[in-house]
């Protein structure tokens, strides 16, 4: 369903950890909205609601409801360090378009 890069596990576990939850996962949404018809919500959650997909990769889980799942299907979650900031990247199969920003598609 979806691919976690190695640096986006790394970025997950560290915010688990300054949060105190190392038992949380990253619960990835799909919204209306956005500058290209859709965007990307995540954020940690202490655990899945009854009908999540819980994806499990390197020691990290990631909670996608129902709705969202069609959306993200075949999505690689990365994760980038730059001179310009760090951040999520989204390299989304589904997405015909997409922002400048990244975070939002269509």
Do not use: H, W
Not at 7 to 21: F, P, Y
Not at 50 to 57: C, G, L, P, R, T
Not at 60 to 74: R, Y
């Amino acid at each position: 369903m979806i691919d976690v890069s190695a640096e986006a596990a790394t970025a997950i576990k560290a915010a688990m950890q300054r949060t105190g939850n190392a038992d949380a996962g990253l619960r990835i949404t799909v919204q209306n909205g956005g500058c290209a018809g859709y965007k990307y919500l995540i954020g940690l959650d202490a655990e899945p609601r009854a009908d999540d997909s819980v994806i499990e990769f390197a020691g990290i889980k990631v909670f996608v409801d129902p709705d969202s799942a069609p959306l993200l299907t075949g999505m690689r979650l990365g994760f980038v360090e730059s001179l310009e900031g760090s951040g999520f990247t989204f390299d989304n199969p589904n997405a015909a378009s997409k922002c400048s920003c990244g975070k939002s598609f269509g």
